[in-house]
């Protein structure tokens, strides 16, 4: 099914000499995309003033990272051959190196920046998603991989992601809150705002300012 697949999309790509600079060029330059799209991610989570989105769009980044560092044994154990290595009478698009081929590095790369953006906004995940496929298919595009090569990479990323942000969302979540006490605030949060945090549609703020709130609503004594 893998050959047959990889097959098909290679005729598709000898059909297609019109489509080769786009694809080939988004195959190989793509992942400025996925940098695009995480500070997206990160301005998106700084204008909603919400300390969870700030802490998912901060653990996106680590999760690319750590599913790539995750990867590399994977890949190193299953020791399989790039396509253009093995296969004769096909088109090859990709810049030939000694690299292996499963899972794929930029699959898993997507897949974990696409998980990861899920939780800061359904939209940017959306979009980050169609990203990912797009970039699968271009690397069995230019017979760089081959389809169970991608599909590998992109599960992978995604339960990295997970795996990075479960268990790390409220350590992070806290950290966020304590930046956005500090100097450092505008890296957190839209300068727009005068309150530090909304949470669940309420403004929140250092404990401080309930307190002093609360003082000026009070009627002054006789």
């Not at 190193?76 to 051959?81: G, Q, S």
């Not at 709130?213 to 006789?222: F, H, K, L, T």
Request: proline share 7%.
């Amino acid at each position: 099914m893998d050959e047959w697949l990889f097959e098909q999309v290679n005729q598709f790509a000898i059909a297609t000499p019109w489509l080769h600079p786009v694809i080939v060029g988004y195959a190989t330059y793509g992942v400025v995309l996925f940098a695009a799209l995480l500070l997206a991610g990160w301005w998106s989570a700084r204008r909603a003033r919400q300390p969870r989105k700030m802490a998912a769009a901060l653990l996106a980044g680590v999760s690319i990272l750590a599913a790539v560092a995750v990867n590399q044994p994977i890949v190193a154990m299953v020791h399989e051959a790039r396509p253009y290595t093995t296969h004769t009478g096909i088109l090859v698009l990709a810049h030939r190196s000694g690299d292996l081929s499963f899972p794929s590095d930029h699959a898993t790369m997507a897949g974990a920046a696409a998980a990861g953006l899920w939780l800061v906004s359904r939209r940017l995940g959306l979009v980050t998603t169609i990203a990912a496929l797009a970039m699968s298919f271009a690397r069995v595009y230019i017979a760089a991989h081959y389809p169970q090569d991608v599909a590998a990479g992109l599960l992978l990323g995604a339960a990295v992601a997970m795996t990075v942000y479960l268990p790390a969302r409220t350590l992070t979540t806290r950290l966020v809150i304590a930046v956005g006490r500090t100097p450092l605030r505008p890296l957190a949060q839209h300068r727009r705002h005068t309150t530090p945090w909304r949470a669940h549609g309420c403004e929140q703020g250092p404990p401080g300012d309930a307190i002093v709130a609360r003082s000026r609503n009070q009627p002054n004594g006789p």
